[in-house]
């Protein structure tokens, strides 16, 4: 579609934050779509075909409204083996289109000598440059369309599109946390790593949802989506080479909104991997070095203590900050001198100054105290409040009178969190 027939609002992101003007789709669709299904592909030849069939297992009339574009991506710095893995991946795409029937299948060579991601970006520019491009041709006559993010070792379930078009049918949200669940690992070492890491993130939410936080929705880059709309408010996907998915759903909720969607599971991949600084890959691959154990959990009292600040500023939005500070000493002197480095008392002045009414001054107050400085106040708490088992940390989270076990801790909040 030409940027003159889209809405003013997405010529004006493309315009002014597109990240696709250097890369391009294979071939131009000939029509439009009402989402899109991005993946990033970095080396993944030997997986990228299985998420392409349980794609193809989805309801033929959706997936005839959805277009599916994969982003082969890598650095010139690349591994050599990575750039000749995703140059095959290119090559065999023409032939995955045909043998799993996906008919709106499109790609990006982001990986051929000349059209790599430049030198110290990755996944983040990647997912960009997909969502961008899928922008040009979306279908903004009926409802909002829809972009979602996939990874290409992530296995989806054929009720993945019929769920989604569901939920944004009568969303309040603009953006969505999809459910997910890893897949067992090939050896008992890598599915008890896997088991642990999964579990500390389900914890940790568990925790922000046990302290009424807003920001109690996970944050899986596999398994996130939005409306266009809320895309573009948002400022589109930032460019990070990890925490991509984390940073985004923040600025999500902050001008759309997160919810949890509901009816489907997705599987991300078990592996080990050492592409991104942080994210499940490498924490799995640290464990098999250096033994699960090492992998700690924050305690309970670290939750209960943002929960007690969240619900003081709440009840006392109407006092000034040397009122809401000494609250927050009384509540932890260590949240007190947290709050006094982070320059609480002026951010506070000025929210104050700037919203009229009680519901807006809230709405800021989670905007200033928002994911990002929920966890470095929970990191900050662990300096009082050291990490401890997961033996130790989960199960008064769960509310379970009994201790049990990781696997089962696991299997038990995958139920609460609609992953079961």
């Given at each position: 579609?030409?940027?003159?027939?889209?809405?003013?609002?997405?010529?004006?992101?493309?315009?002014?934050?597109?990240?696709?003007?250097?890369?391009?789709?294979?071939?131009?669709?000939?029509?439009?779509?009402?989402?899109?299904?991005?993946?990033?592909?970095?080396?993944?030849?030997?997986?990228?075909?299985?998420?392409?069939?349980?794609?193809?297992?989805?309801?033929?009339?959706?997936?005839?409204?959805?277009?599916?574009?994969?982003?082969?991506?890598?650095?010139?710095?690349?591994?050599?083996?990575?750039?000749?893995?995703?140059?095959?991946?290119?090559?065999?795409?023409?032939?995955?289109?045909?043998?799993?029937?996906?008919?709106?299948?499109?790609?990006?060579?982001?990986?051929?000598?000349?059209?790599?991601?430049?030198?110290?970006?990755?996944?983040?520019?990647?997912?960009?440059?997909?969502?961008?491009?899928?922008?040009?041709?979306?279908?903004?006559?009926?409802?909002?369309?829809?972009?979602?993010?996939?990874?290409?070792?992530?296995?989806?379930?054929?009720?993945?599109?019929?769920?989604?078009?569901?939920?944004?049918?009568?969303?309040?949200?603009?953006?969505?946390?999809?459910?997910?669940?890893?897949?067992?690992?090939?050896?008992?070492?890598?599915?008890?790593?896997?088991?642990?890491?999964?579990?500390?993130?389900?914890?940790?939410?568990?925790?922000?949802?046990?302290?009424?936080?807003?920001?109690?929705?996970?944050?899986?880059?596999?398994?996130?989506?939005?409306?266009?709309?809320?895309?573009?408010?948002?400022?589109?996907?930032?460019?990070?080479?990890?925490?991509?998915?984390?940073?985004?759903?923040?600025?999500?909720?902050?001008?759309?909104?997160?919810?949890?969607?509901?009816?489907?599971?997705?599987?991300?991949?078990?592996?080990?991997?050492?592409?991104?600084?942080?994210?499940?890959?490498?924490?799995?691959?640290?464990?098999?070095?250096?033994?699960?154990?090492?992998l700690l959990f924050y305690q309970p009292v670290v939750f209960a203590i943002v929960g007690d600040w969240l619900a003081y500023v709440t009840?006392?939005?109407?006092?000034?900050?040397?009122?809401?500070?000494?609250?927050?000493?009384?509540?932890?002197?260590?949240?007190?001198?947290?709050?006094?480095?982070?320059?609480?008392?002026?951010?506070?002045?000025?929210?104050?100054?700037?919203?009229?009414?009680?519901?807006?001054?809230?709405?800021?107050?989670?905007?200033?105290?928002?994911?990002?400085?929920?966890?470095?106040?929970?990191?900050?708490?662990?300096?009082?409040?050291?990490?401890?088992?997961?033996?130790?940390?989960?199960?008064?989270?769960?509310?379970?009178?009994?201790?049990?076990?990781?696997?089962?801790?696991?299997?038990?909040?995958?139920?609460?969190?609609?992953?079961?």
């Open positions: 579609m030409s940027d003159s027939f889209l809405p003013a609002a997405v010529s004006a992101y493309l315009r002014k934050r597109s990240a696709s003007s250097s890369w391009q789709l294979n071939e131009r669709p000939s029509r439009s779509f009402s989402g899109a299904v991005v993946i990033p592909s970095l080396a993944e030849t030997a997986n990228l075909p299985q998420t392409l069939l349980s794609l193809s297992r989805n309801p033929v009339d959706l997936l005839d409204r959805f277009m599916i574009l994969i982003v082969v991506n890598n650095r010139a710095d690349a591994d050599n083996a990575d750039i000749e893995d995703n140059l095959e991946s290119v090559a065999l795409l023409p032939k995955w289109k045909l043998q799993y029937g996906l008919q709106n299948l499109f790609w990006v060579d982001a990986a051929s000598a000349g059209r790599e991601l430049p030198l110290r970006q990755g996944v983040g520019l990647a997912r960009k440059i997909g969502m961008d491009l899928a922008l040009r041709h979306l279908d903004y006559s009926g409802r909002d369309p829809v972009l979602v993010c996939l990874d290409a070792d992530t296995l989806v379930q054929p009720d993945y599109l019929p769920a989604l078009v569901r939920h944004f049918d009568d969303a309040a949200a603009g953006g969505v946390s999809i459910p997910y669940r890893h897949r067992p690992a090939a050896s008992q070492a890598g599915q008890a790593a896997i088991e642990r890491y999964e579990l500390f993130l389900r914890a940790y939410v568990l925790g922000l949802e046990r302290a009424a936080s807003p920001y109690a929705f996970h944050t899986v880059g596999s398994a996130m989506a939005c409306r266009a709309s809320a895309y573009i408010a948002a400022g589109g996907m930032n460019r990070r080479l990890a925490g991509e998915d984390f940073y985004f759903l923040q600025q999500i909720f902050k001008t759309a909104g997160v919810a949890t969607l509901s009816g489907t599971t997705v599987h991300p991949s078990p592996r080990s991997s050492h592409r991104v600084p942080f994210g499940t890959g490498r924490a799995v691959g640290d464990m098999l070095a250096k033994g699960g154990e090492r009840e006392n939005h109407e006092a000034d900050a040397a009122t809401l500070l000494n609250g927050a000493l009384r509540i932890s002197p260590v949240l007190h001198e947290f709050l006094e480095q982070a320059g609480f008392g002026a951010s506070w002045d000025n929210l104050k100054n700037n919203c009229r009414d009680s519901t807006r001054l809230i709405a800021a107050f989670h905007g200033w105290f928002d994911a990002f400085r929920t966890m470095r106040l929970i990191h900050h708490l662990s300096g009082r409040y050291p990490r401890i088992a997961p033996e130790e940390a989960v199960w008064p989270l769960l509310e379970v009178s009994a201790q049990i076990n990781v696997s089962e801790m696991l299997e038990l909040l995958r139920k609460l969190q609609g992953a079961g």
